[in-house]
């Protein structure tokens, strides 16, 4: 069963940058891909970024491409989510997510961490 934990969620003003952190407790042969989704209150979850094994990266909505950058420490097995210039509309709750495939559809992922909040105030 891999455990995932999220860290670096908080309070910041808009404009300023945060860094996500998500630790597996493994990274199993049937897991090529940790991702990162976020879901604001009332709002369907969606996906922020996804990096496979070999480091490639897949930014799943345009809005995010250009602000947030995901990345790994694979030894380490950690994933980083770098958020730069951040909006009030940026405020949700952050989830990171390990699959099979990196996609933007939730149910691909197996594995869940129970997330990191993150709040843009303007």
């Known amino acids: 069963q891999v455990q995932l934990v999220e860290s670096g969620g908080g309070s910041v003003q808009a404009g300023e940058s945060l860094i996500l952190s998500c630790v597996a407790s493994?990274?199993?042969?049937?897991?090529?891909?940790m991702a990162w989704f976020r879901q604001a209150p009332g709002k369907e979850r969606e996906g922020v970024a996804g990096?496979?094994?070999?480091?490639?990266?897949?930014y799943f909505t345009d809005s995010m491409k250009g602000r947030f950058a995901i990345s790994q420490d694979s030894a380490q097995n950690t994933v980083y989510l770098r958020m730069d210039s951040l909006k009030p509309d940026d405020t949700a709750m952050y989830y990171c997510?390990?699959?099979?495939?990196?996609?933007?559809?939730?149910?691909?992922?197996?594995?869940w961490g129970p997330g990191t909040q993150v709040t843009v105030s303007s």
């Open positions: 997510a390990a699959g099979y495939f990196c996609s933007r559809s939730g149910p691909n992922y197996s594995y």
């Open positions: 493994e990274y199993p042969s049937n897991i090529n891909c």
């Open positions: 990096i496979n094994r070999g480091g490639k990266s897949t």
